[in-house]
Nanobody
């Protein structure tokens, strides 16, 4: 019914930049909060950034000042612009929309498949 498709992951050198995209599709009425999580090998999944439909943003301390989350409501797409990348940023990044409301007025917690970001030193 609702699908999140991520793209933009890949290999980048330390200090470089990368932009991740996540497009939501399906029978969508509204999406309030969208966010990005990441999970590095051997570590728990952590929240990276969130953005509301009114463009209010929050960031994890580890990425504050380096990453920027944005969204295009007309395209139901959320982005994560990553700058000054460090090896510690290497992880699988997941897109999340915890409160998608379908046109049938059903609330869903939607997740993307994940995209791998590898930062080389």
């Amino acid at each position: 019914q609702v699908r999140l498709v991520e793209s933009g992951g890949g290999l980048v050198q330390a200090g470089g930049s990368l932009r991740l995209s996540c497009a939501a599709s399906g029978s969508i009425f509204s999406i309030n909060v969208m966010g990005w999580y990441r999970q590095a090998p051997g570590k728990q999944r952590e929240l990276v950034a969130t953005i509301t439909s009114y463009y209010s943003t929050k960031y994890a301390d580890s990425v504050k000042g380096r990453f920027t989350i944005s969204r295009d409501n007309a395209k139901n797409t959320v982005y994560l612009h990553m700058n000054s990348l460090k090896s510690e940023d290497t992880a699988v990044y997941y897109c999340n929309a915890p409160g998608v409301v379908t046109r049938q007025r059903v609330a869903l917690d939607a997740w993307g498949q994940g995209t791998l970001v590898t930062v080389s030193s």
